[in-house]
């Protein structure tokens, strides 16, 4: 059933088109429900190719197709091809499946919205970008799918684009990601200059079997790529676009900026694994060392935003970093595991914080929040299942991938081990105090006005008076299906790679093949997996109780923790926005002034002059016979002088 | 009195005289415009129309004609002025071929969609003596007769500034005209000179037959390489290059929409297309010699439109300058003489041609409906013309370079080819995609997100797009698109006389200093091949690395995957 392969991107594809021209006339909800059934199909279609790639022997399940030739030009020849493989089927059955209750989600979320049938647009096409994005068979078609989702990501971001903010944070997505794009595209180029050929199989062929890439070329492709898959993965320094990107609708976030676009990162290196295996050791630390930086630095400016939002996204970022920490050290399987539960778990915490914030009213500051778990209770039920997830609480599924991601660490470096368990438990802390604000302690919303005089300046009084009826509610059933199916995932998929058993680790076993043995093999015997594995949930335990501490029995002034540079994230964007504010733009500046002042300048000046000279001239020609006749006897003369002077007598 | 010669001549060749009627008809329906009386602007536009359109679609028609093979076709050939040796000498073959149906099809497009505001008569015989001149450029085989065109070209378009432009049209149009009759100048110099020296040296007939010079090249290299950098100023000019271009944003600007649509969809190109045909295929050693000085300017070119557009103030400049940024990319790949840089050169062209040429006219409605193209005095026009903004994000993506979209297939190739024969500049050039997306979004953002500015007093709700424009816009936004998913068949057509291009230099630079730059190419395979071969391999191995983890760590297990069944739990 792999020749099905093309039908799961065309789905989402139709839909894009069918909702593009009939979209106004199909109105809400129809548009939602045509745009969610196409995913659906894809889903289906995606189980289809699954199954029947299931049912053969391990060295069989890899499927090519080519649609069409692309951009053939000399030796490069581009098709419009796909690859149903272990690891392309694995990403296109949890982003079809996640999608799809996103899909269904938004059309809860979206109610009302002026612009409802164009939200469904714009993620059906960011479904399809996604797809061609795992599914190409050659890396410009990844690519295609690369530049695809990070459009759809800017038109999502800035959806509600009247606010300036959200129209600069989709911008500053789209130009930021571009910077990694270059990366992409100078390691298209160097492959392309070595092998001939952008095409996976090709590449992989002639690496592996005769050894085309030296280490230096394979070193700098390794780099090129990872500057592309920081950019869209968030890693730091361009990780500056994600926390902005929270200005799009939450369906969004949740399903672009957490579950499937920021991952296709890890999913890209993890794709080029035969090319990371040959390069320089270096690069792969240096992919391992920026991840958990990343990590450590977005748990600890979590730990300080008000946000909702904020902290989901910071959160994503040092969850992103945990990833690229596996796949530096070489434990593949680990970051896809991770990069699994990850899209359940925090896919549910988005939609969660999203009928949060659609029960509160549009109110995204959880210190407005409070004792949220008797009035939604379904919301509360599911998100705490997210957050035991997230924080590494057996036996939930975030305890199984982030278990082997820490062991991922120690085998590569004890220190990073070290860190990066902090990072965990920091993880942990911040998350229990996003619930711990949201749903537990005292209520916090009702009486708002009275506590923060100084906002409610802003407010005019008709709004005013609608807070005094605020009334939270629980969402709506369209809603609130997504989430429990999400909190089942989230539960449960730990149960994809349990590390009791070589037979019980089925992706593992599942992604072999397409790793060309470049797995590394883990060292620490048996007993120290489990010493770390009882540390892990140590440290997570630690920090749900020390979060309990500060933030439900009010045992520290929770100022001390959440430090003004922390909730800057150190200052880091605003430095950047500043130089780029300042200096950059005064670089901008001078050059414009150049090309006006010196470069026309220079144009214009030589138009003066020569008409400068032309008046002057102008004055010599008098009309005056004896002033020609002078001139002319002059001339003479001096032509005489200068031939008698060359004669040399 | 022997033009009309040319058709009896053409028609014992071939059928049908294809390559005159589409340099002539265009002046014929200048002549029939012209005849008509003044009032009748109907009529104008309708013989306009007309003439211009069967121009079109005879371009289409010659497209379909066209065989994939890198010769000139439909060539056409007639003595003209017999003791200086010219001739007229045309013929179209892949190169030139894209050129030809991107001027046959945008000229009618810019007669029906955009009318002028005042004499319509002269506006009409301009526009379609333009048509003329540009047609005639795409398609000379003959020195002179490139001369000729080249320069017919000038006139109308000084008019169509000087008269139909806004603000300070005489300025620019007077820049425009003065600044490409210098480089002009230079050229006639270097064309008279290339062809009394080749004469001399190969001991013919005086000829200006452009096949005949480039394939029996007879000058030194040192007069070859002046005479290169005469032709070479004059198309840095027209392109221009940087630090010629000063004059394209005050002609951009200051033109009407249509002026500027054609401007960038094909007068643009007569520089770069002047650069293949007439730089790189007469002077193949002065090309590879001076290559890295037009690389150079390339990317400056790249970077440097692409910083200015940031900062312009008004949106129709930073379309200008953003075209400097695009050429600077056709200049680029065609100095990287392989395949896939002048490939893709060619391509961009077309591409450049849509996408810009789709840019200015949707400006241009901006401008219609809100009387300013300040970017700070616009604002907010998505909420009230939805359409509009949808359009003018498909175009702006194009310009970006977004997969999918055409003009990422021109650019991408360009920097592939670019990259294999010098690598430095094109990861240089390739910064330029960054860049492009700044200038543009943020122009984006400010003209069409956020709230709908309305501090000019007057109701600012900005009208969507009739239907007719709808319709008008159709044809750029599907070429968009088609040219984005399938340019095979346009690759398809160009790549033969690209070949042969480059064989040509490589055989003409007879030390052997110059070779093709092309990449390795390695093992092909599928990946169904692939995962079985190192399964297989891997079988063997496996057990043997597994060995080696017992012997290092005595852990006493048998291999790797017993160990990691020991690893979970017991």
Redesign the interface.
């Known amino acids: 059933m792999e020749n099905l392969v093309w039908l799961i991107p065309t789905f989402p594809l139709l839909g894009f088109v069918l909702i593009l021209l009939f979209g106004r006339r199909l109105g809400e909800p129809n548009a939602g429900w045509l745009a969610t059934t196409m995913v659906t199909g894809s889903f289906i279609s995606s189980l289809c190719v699954f199954l029947g790639m299931a049912g053969k022997n391990s060295e069989e399940r890899a499927y090519e197709i080519t649609l069409f030739e692309w951009i053939p030009s000399g030796e490069l020849n581009i098709g419009l091809g796909f690859l149903a493989d272990p690891l392309s089927i694995t990403m296109a059955l949890f982003i079809t499946g996640v999608s799809a209750l996103i899909h269904m989600y938004a059309i809860g979320y979206m109610h009302g919205d002026p612009n409802f049938s164009k939200f469904f647009i714009y993620l059906n096409l960011f479904v399809f970008s996604m797809l061609m994005l795992v599914l190409g068979d050659n890396l410009l078609i990844t690519f295609l799918g690369w530049e695809g989702v990070g459009a759809c990501s800017y038109f999502l971001i800035s959806f509600w684009h009247q606010d300036p903010a959200n129209a600069s944070a989709g911008k500053k997505a789209f130009v930021t990601n571009r910077v990694g794009d270059w990366g992409f595209m100078v390691a298209m180029f160097l492959l392309f200059f070595n092998i001939g050929s952008l095409k996976y199989s090709d590449i992989f062929s002639s690496v592996i079997q005769v050894d085309a890439l030296t280490q230096t070329t394979a070193t700098a492709v390794v780099v090129m790529l990872f500057i592309g898959a920081a950019g869209k993965s968030a890693q730091f320094p361009l990780y500056l676009w994600l926390p902005d990107a929270m200005a799009g609708p939450t369906p969004v976030s949740a399903l672009i900026h957490a579950a499937t676009m920021v991952t296709s990162g890890v999913y890209l290196l993890t794709r080029m694994n035969p090319v990371l295996a040959e390069a320089a050791g270096w690069s792969t630390d240096l992919i391992w060392i920026i991840g958990l930086f990343t990590a450590l630095f977005a748990a600890t400016a979590a730990v300080a935003q008000n946000d909702i939002k904020k902290v989901l996204a910071y959160s994503t970022v040092s969850q992103l970093g945990f990833m690229f920490v596996a796949v530096g050290s070489g434990l593949y399987v680990a970051a896809i595991f991770h990069m699994i539960t990850h899209a359940f778990f925090k896919a549910l915490l988005f939609l969660g914080a999203g009928s949060v914030i659609h029960g509160m009213h549009e109110e995204q500051d959880m210190r407005k929040y409070g004792a949220l778990k008797k009035v939604m209770p379904i919301t509360a039920g599911t998100f705490i299942i997210g957050w035991l997830a997230i924080s590494g609480i057996p036996p939930f599924s975030g305890f199984w991938s982030k278990d082997e991601v820490l062991l991922a660490a120690w085998n590569e470096n004890k220190v990073a081990w070290v860190l990066l368990l902090i990072a965990a438990i920091m993880t942990a802390f911040y998350m229990s105090r996003l619930v711990f604000m949201t749903f537990f302690g005292e209520k916090r919303w009702g009486e708002y006005e009275t506590e923060n005089h100084e906002q409610d300046e802003q407010l005019s009084s008709s709004e005013s008076e609608e807070r005094h009826t605020f009334d939270p509610h629980e969402s709506p059933v369209l809603m609130w299906f997504p989430l429990v199916a999400l909190a089942g995932l989230a539960a449960a998929a730990g149960i994809l790679n349990l590390p009791f058993s070589h037979d019980t680790k089925f992706l593992e076993k599942w992604l072999e093949p397409i790793l060309f043995g470049n797995e590394v093999h883990i060292l620490a015997s048996t007993s120290t997996k489990w010493l770390l594995a009882v540390i892990a949930i140590t440290g997570a335990t630690i920090g749900v109780l020390s979060a309990s501490y500060v933030y439900l029995k009010n045992r520290v002034n929770p100022t001390q923790i959440e430090l003004p540079i922390l909730q800057d994230a150190w200052k880091f964007d605003r430095s950047v926005t500043t130089f780029m504010g300042g200096p950059g733009r005064k670089v901008f500046d001078w050059i414009t002034w150049f090309d006006r002042t010196v470069i026309d300048g220079a144009v214009n000046g030589a138009g003066k002059l020569t008409q400068g000279i032309g008046i002057r001239l102008k004055t010599t020609q008098t009309g005056l016979i004896r002033t020609y006749a002078l001139g002319m006897v002059i001339g003479a003369v001096a032509i005489i002088a200068y031939f008698v002077s060359r004669m040399g007598f | 009195m022997n033009l009309l010669n040319i058709f009896a001549a053409a028609s014992l060749e071939t059928s049908f005289p294809v390559i005159p009627v589409l340099v002539l008809l265009p002046a014929f329906g200048a002549l029939a415009v012209a005849l008509t009386p003044n009032g009748r602007i109907g009529l104008h536009k309708l013989l306009a129309t007309v003439f211009t359109g069967i121009t079109g679609a005879i371009s289409v028609w010659v497209l379909t004609a066209f065989e994939s093979n890198g010769d000139y076709q439909f060539l056409s050939e007639q003595t003209w002025i017999e003791s200086l040796g010219i001739q007229w000498n045309a013929g179209i073959d892949g190169i030139s071929l894209f050129l030809v149906v991107l001027t046959g099809l945008l000229f009618p497009f810019v007669v029906i969609a955009i009318n002028p505001h005042h004499d319509h008569k002269a506006y009409y015989i301009w526009v379609q003596l333009l048509q003329t001149g540009c047609m005639g450029v795409f398609v000379s085989l003959d020195l002179f007769m490139f001369f000729v065109f080249f320069e017919i070209v000038l006139v109308p378009m000084y008019f169509l500034i000087g008269k139909w432009g806004h603000g300070n049209a005489r300025y620019a149009a007077t ?1 425009f005209f ?2 490409t009759m210098l480089g002009s100048a230079l050229m006639l110099v270097s064309i008279i000179s290339l062809v009394v020296l080749h004469s001399r040296e190969a001991g013919t007939d005086i000829t200006f037959n452009l096949i005949e010079i480039a394939s029996n090249p007879a000058i030194s290299t040192t007069s070859a390489r002046l005479i290169f950098l005469g032709f070479a100023l004059a198309f840095a000019v027209k392109v221009p290059l940087f ?1 010629v ?3 394209l944003p005050d002609a951009h600007t200051e033109a009407p929409t249509a002026g500027s649509v054609i401007l960038a969809g094909v007068m643009l190109k007569l520089g770069t297309y002047g650069f293949i045909r007439f730089g790189l295929y007469l002077f193949p050693e002065a090309s590879h010699f001076f290559a890295p000085l037009f690389l150079t300017l390339g990317v400056v070119g790249i970077i ?1 439109g692409a ?2 557009a ?3 103030k008004d949106l129709k400049r930073l379309v200008a300058y953003s075209s400097i940024a695009h050429l600077g990319f056709i200049v680029l790949g065609t100095f990287s003489l ?3 840089g002048i ?2 050169a060619t391509v961009q062209m077309i591409n450049h041609g849509l996408s810009t040429g789709a840019l200015f006219m949707l400006v241009g409605l901006i401008y219609e409906r809100r009387h300013t193209r300040q970017i700070s005095e616009l604002g ?1 026009i ?2 009230s013309a ?1 359409v509009l903004a949808g359009t003018f ?1 498909l175009v702006m ?1 194009s310009s970006i370079g ?3 979209l055409n003009g ?2 021109g650019e ?2 360009i ?2 080819g670019a ?2 024969a010098h ?1 430095w500049w ?2 240089l050039a ?2 330029g ?2 860049l492009a ?2 200038y543009l ?2 122009a ?2 400010r003209v ?4 709908e500015n309305k501090d000019n007093g007057e109701e600012q709700t900005t009208p969507d797009l009739t239907n007719w424009e709808r319709l008008t816009l159709f044809p750029l936004i599907a070429g968009i698109i088609f040219l984005g ?4 068949p346009m ?2 057509r160009i ?1 033969p006389a690209v ?1 042969k291009l480059v064989a040509h230099i490589e055989i003409t630079i007879a030390d052997g200093s110059f070779t093709e730059p ?19 391999s ?1 079988s063997h ?2 057990g043997h ?1 597994g060995h080696e ?1 017992e012997k290092d ?1 005595g ?1 006493g297990s048998e291999n ?11």
């Open positions: 820049k003065l600044y630090p271009h000063t004059w440097y910083v200015v940031t900062m312009q392989n395949t896939q490939q893709g907010g998505q909420k939805p994000t993506l977004l997969p999918g990422f297939v991408f190739l920097l592939l990259f294999t690598r094109a990861l390739a910064t995609v960054i997306a700044l979004l943020w984006y953002q069409f997100h956020g709230p998913i399938y340019p095979k690759l398809n790549e070949d092309v990449p390795t190419v390695q093992v092909r395979k599928s990946f169904e091949e692939l995962l079985e071969e190192t399964y297989e891997h191995s496996d690395s983890e760590h852990h790797h995957e017993d160990q990691s069944h020991s690893g979970g739990h017991e």
